[in-house]
Nanobody, 119 residues
Framework: QVQLVESGGGLVQAGGTLRLSCAAS????????MGWYRQAPGKQRDLVAT???????NYADSVKGRFTISRDNPKNTVYLQMNSLKPEDTAVYYC?????????????WGQGTQVTVSS
């Protein structure tokens, strides 16, 4: 079983920065994709950014140029550097991992970390 543990959330003023980390532990193998999603109150969970095991990245339009996702494969850790934060970035941020297993894909989620950006 794989566990994802996030850290790095908090309260920051608009224009500030935060760095989120997500460490995977347990039966770690064949994790093809890791990423971050966020969910604001009353809204659906949306993709923020993903990164493949080979380093290919994908970003939501709303965060392009401000957020950077990176991955340390030996440490099974993914990071999200968030710069120029805006109040609309306020949400619970969830780490996600997609693991290739026999018969299909295993989608894994962390417990979430709160990011609050004040104006």
């Amino acid at each position: 079983q794989v566990q994802l543990v996030e850290s790095g959330g908090g309260l920051v003023q608009a224009g500030g920065t935060l760095r989120l980390s997500c460490a995977a532990s347990g039966s770690i193998f064949n994790i093809a994709l890791m990423g971050w999603y966020r969910q604001a109150p009353g809204k659906q969970r949306d993709l923020v950014a993903t990164i493949s095991s080979g380093g290919s990245t994908n970003y939501a339009d709303s965060v392009k140029g401000r957020f950077t996702i990176s991955r340390d494969n030996p440490k099974n850790t993914v990071y999200l550097q968030m710069n120029s934060l805006k109040p609309e970035d306020t949400a619970v941020y969830y780490c996600n991992a997609v693991q290739v297993v026999l018969g299909g894909l295993n989608h894994l989620w962390g417990q979430g970390t709160q990011v609050t950006v004040s104006s």
